[in-house]
């Protein structure tokens, strides 16, 4: 097992249901492995091959272990990696970020929970075209039907907690080709 993976604390593993062989390395060592369950987007999805280093991912969820293990895990990964511990400091990273993020959004976080703090970026149409948003959450049932209905008209996918590492990794290189995609977006 690896040193990052090491680190992390076998309870928020087993919240994240961490799939080890989906790992990249591992798989794309031996290739002996079940391929992650959802398809990665291919090149010609992506507009070419995903550097993670040029990318900056945001972390913003309350839950200290979980934000060391997924800063462990992606920086694993390649990415750079930001975190805040709830919606208030997740608006003001990304509005001061001349840099697009794909920001990991938890629900419920104290003073601004992740629905308050999407509605806040969607009413800003350059903020919210600037960045890729993912929930990462276990609260989907707590979800307003106005949220759902930004959640759908904006295409933003939700991964439940517990989750696979292959799918969030999946959905970060999704939200990477969107981000490529738009012209409104700056270079990373």
């Known amino acids: 097992m690896s040193q990052s993976l090491n680190a992390v604390h076998p309870a928020v593993l087993d919240r994240l249901r961490l799939d080890v062989p989906t790992l990249r390395p591992m798989y794309q060592l031996s290739g002996a492995h079940d391929p992650p369950r959802s398809p ?15 990318w900056h991912i945001l972390i913003v969820d309350d839950e200290p272990d979980i934000r060391a293990s997924l800063r462990g895990l992606l920086e694993y990964e390649g990415y750079t990696v930001g975190e805040a511990v709830d919606g208030m400091g997740g608006l003001a990273l990304i509005r001061a970020s001349a840099r697009p993020l794909v920001v990991l959004l938890d629900y ?36 307003s039907p106005e949220l759902l209905q930004v959640l759908a008209s904006t295409a933003i996918p939700v991964i439940q907690k517990p989750f696979l590492l292959s799918d969030l990794l999946t959905e970060i290189e999704r939200a990477v080709a969107r981000l490529r995609a738009s012209p409104d977006t700056p270079a990373p």
């Open 40 to 54: 990665s987007p291919s090149s010609e999805q992506t507009g070419g091959p995903i550097n993670a280093a040029d």
């Open 108 to 143: 419920k976080m104290p003073r601004m929970n992740g629905g308050e703090m999407l509605q806040t970026v969607m009413a800003d149409p350059q903020l919210a075209s600037r960045h890729a948003f993912i929930f990462v959450t276990a609260n989907l049932p707590a979800f």
